[in-house]
């Protein structure tokens, strides 16, 4: 069972206002930017109370020019963690550092960072994302609840079930073509013994 977290429109509200330095370009390489291994590692401490090794968060200092759009949402993402809900739990350093490291890979990949800022659904779904990562239900709601209203906007999941009925789709057409390819050769055996 999840237990509760802060109020969801907090956390909206929270990730509305983040300061325009998070989605500042990141340091990659030896290019200048926002230190996202930095970023993370003062956030650990401050979900934790202790400092981590820095091996912990040598993840996000390496990462490729690929990865660009993934450490600007890792910065949003710390910015949310931020609030002082998490920080006053101390409990949040290792389910952070792994959502951060792990959960946010295949968003990152269909969505740029900026609109988790800007716009409405996405900002709702990386606080929902957030408090599924760790163990957390939004105050008020219940783990049903959140689990529907997860799925209703979940950009992963939907690109999964649009791909999932385009194969369907294709896999019907297919069969389709098929019925109609044994109906013709059918016809013509008809034709032929008539």
Known sequence: MKGQ???????????????PDFLAEPRIGSKS??????VVHDLLFELGGSWPPPSSVGHFGFASAERRNWLRLVAVASWLLYDDWFRTQRTFAKPALEWLRQGLNGIAELV???????????????ARLCLSALGLLP???NEHQAE????SLNSV???????ETQE?????RQLRE?????????????????
């Open 112 to 126: 740029t960072a900026d609109l988790f800022v800007t716009d409405p659904d996405r900002r709702e779904e990386l």
């Open 33 to 38: 930017g926002i230190h996202t291994a930095a």
């Open 148 to 151: 529907d209203r997860l799925k």
């Open 5 to 19: 977290g802060p109020a969801l429109d907090r956390l909206i509200h929270r990730l509305a206002e983040c300061p």
């Open 168 to 172: 369907q789709q294709k896999r019907a």
């Open 157 to 163: 999941e939907r690109v999964r079930l649009i791909k």
């Open 178 to 194: 098929e019925m109609r390819r044994k109906e013709a050769i059918e016809a013509a055996a008809r034709v032929s013994r008539e």
């Open 139 to 141: 105050s008020g709601e």
